[in-house]
């Protein structure tokens, strides 16, 4: 697996999402919603003769500012397990396949406050399992 | 001398090549013992008797249509295939166990948070070639 291949396929699939901003890697300013697909964690040598690796692959969501009442209400659609919105639907969708990997998984979602800026924004990180060829 | 990495290792099944498939891989080469216990021993006394190897080997599931783990090893169920194991890859000198063996089992497993994955189980027809690489 190429690492900018990944990462911009990932951002490519979220970029379908209506009124989502979404950067193939870290940014130094955010502008909710926006999603921001983050450096992962590679994980080598899943099966002898370098036949395939893993990424755990962070994407981050901010959704507005941990004060905004709003905040919570507008992340709801974005973590649910389905609808047009959802990051699970969206990314696994298999439909057409993805030719940076294999295999794409929404394994898990954190909530957290993250600054930007020096602004606190209410955001969820969702976790990607990914694998791909070793090789490739 | 040095510790040897798995991750080098090769795995083939007649022709066809399985390491880019197979993450783990086990040769038990075993023996059968015979009690020859007689009176006046304080201990049991045995001798060896025949070999009796196994092989086990595991891997994530792929679906290349034609040399994939599936497409290679169900048709060979309870049939006779040549094995090729080298532990430290491939090289002249290296080490190399051939042996032919039945497959007895071909297992597929689906795990809902995990990839799919299949092992399946060998038993061992005659003694195992160690003979190096050429």
Known sequence: MNLDAVMTEIADRLK?????????????????????????????????????DRYTVPVVLAVGKVSSRAARTNLAPFVAGDGPQSFKQILEDETTPYVAFYTLRVETIEFDVIAWNSIDYLTATFILDITGSGSA | MAHVHGKNTVIKVGTDDLTQYTDASELTEAADTHDTTTYGNDAHRYDGGLLDNKFTMSGVYDNTAATGPAAVLKPLKGKTASITRQ?????????????????????QTAPTADMVRWSSEWTIDGEVDDTPQA
Do not use: C, W
Request: aromatic share 6%.
């Open chain 1, 16 to 52: 379908t999402i209506a009124d989502l901003r979404v950067s193939d890697g870290p940014v130094d300013a955010i502008n909710p919603p926006h999603a921001v697909v983050s450096l992962p964690q590679i994980t080598f040598d899943m099966t002898y003769g370098r036949g395939a």
């Open chain 2, 87 to 107: 532990l430290e890859g491939t090289g002249t000198g290296k080490p190399q166990e051939v042996f032919t063996a039945i497959l007895s089992s071909f297992v």
